[in-house]
């Protein structure tokens, strides 16, 4: 049974009104834990090594020492080892094949940038540690530009990413090099997705690939305030069984989904459609 990877830790810091807040995740544990058909495991955090296969020394002692600025990812106390915490989930779903359901996120994180509520790239860290050759998709509604700009040109890695645009961070309009970028715009529905889906995983070069490694964001839902696309639950579960049919070992990383009603279950419908309905084998 794959595992989904948490740490109570993530829940302990937050902001009165952001949207990246520890109640999202902490209904949507709750519902998972009550469908009772995955195990939880709790990572251990990441380690400076591994930090910096992906990040500079400089952006380590920044996010250390609280001395960075961006005005959507505040200088929370101890943010340095909540977000080392998150990093070691991503590690840990990717040696377990599971899903790591940890905050904060990742994909904007550049190698020396903190950026939209993204202090290290969790998804990135992962990768690099594995040493295989990877296709990176990322399914969150906004555009993973820090884990473009970790991989871009890199041999090892086939990134795709379909996002809403116009939108935050305002990248990602044109492939380059190794990198496919689909922008879509907003509420543009579960047809209109997939189809783009199915289009880029034919499009991207699979030669060699040893493993897929999903940024998971379901701030593409219908009613997510940030960067809908229109999707549905079920949507979700559809998307889940097309990257299944890729048969190639997986793991996925929490990203955005800022409804926090409707977070669980889209995460649930997607692992059923990845997992093969069971919480995997």
């Known amino acids: 049974m794959n595992a989904i990877v948490f740490h109570p830790r993530c829940l302990e810091y937050g902001a009165p009104g952001h949207p990246e807040s520890p109640e999202r995740l902490q209904r949507a544990l709750e519902f998972l834990r009550a469908q009772g058909v995955y195990r939880f495991r709790e990572p251990e955090p990441a380690s400076e090594e591994d930090l910096l296969r992906v990040h500079t020394p400089e952006h380590l002692e920044r996010v250390k020492n609280r001395e960075f600025y961006d005005p959507d990812s505040p200088r929370y106390e101890n943010i340095y080892e909540y977000a080392r915490l998150s990093a070691g989930g991503a590690l840990l779903a990717m040696r377990e094949r599971g899903f790591s359901l940890m905050r904060p996120p990742g994909h904007h994180?550049?190698?020396?940038?903190?950026?939209g509520f993204c202090y290290f790239n969790n998804l990135a860290?992962?990768?690099?540690?594995?040493?295989?050759?990877?296709?990176?998709?990322?399914?969150?509604?906004?555009?993973?530009?820090?884990?473009?700009?970790?991989?871009?040109?890199?041999?090892?890695?086939?990134?795709?990413?379909?996002?809403?645009?116009?939108?935050?961070?305002?990248?990602?309009?044109?492939?380059?090099?190794?990198?496919?970028?689909?922008?879509?715009?907003?509420?543009?529905?579960?047809?209109?997705?997939?189809?783009?889906?199915?289009?880029?995983?034919?499009?991207?070069?699979?030669?060699?690939?040893?493993?897929?490694?999903?940024?998971?964001?379901?701030?593409?839902?219908?009613?997510?305030?940030?960067?809908?696309?229109?999707?549905?639950?079920?949507?979700?579960?559809?998307?889940?069984?097309?990257?299944?049919?890729?048969?190639?070992?997986?793991?996925?990383?929490?990203?955005?989904?800022?409804?926090?009603?409707?977070?669980?279950?889209?995460?649930?419908?997607?692992?059923?459609?990845?997992?093969?309905?069971?919480?995997?084998?």
């Open 125 to 281: 860290v992962a990768v690099k540690a594995s040493g295989k050759k990877t296709l990176i998709v990322d399914i969150d509604g906004h555009h993973g530009d820090g884990t473009q700009a970790i991989f871009l040109g890199d041999p090892s890695v086939g990134f795709v990413s379909l996002h809403s645009f116009p939108n935050y961070p305002g990248t990602g309009l044109h492939h380059e090099q190794n990198c496919l970028n689909y922008p879509l715009p907003f509420r543009c529905g579960e047809e209109v997705y997939l189809r783009t889906l199915e289009q880029a995983l034919t499009a991207v070069d699979r030669e060699g690939i040893e493993q897929l490694a999903i940024s998971a964001g379901f701030d593409t839902y219908e009613r997510d305030p940030l960067a809908s696309l229109g999707l549905t639950t079920q949507s979700y579960r559809r998307l889940g069984q097309l990257l299944a049919e890729l048969e190639l070992p997986t793991f996925a990383v929490l990203e955005g989904g800022y409804d926090p009603e409707a977070l669980g279950p889209n995460i649930h419908a997607f692992l059923q459609g990845l997992w093969g309905g069971h919480g995997g084998t």
């Open 109 to 115: 994180a550049g190698p020396q940038r903190v950026a």
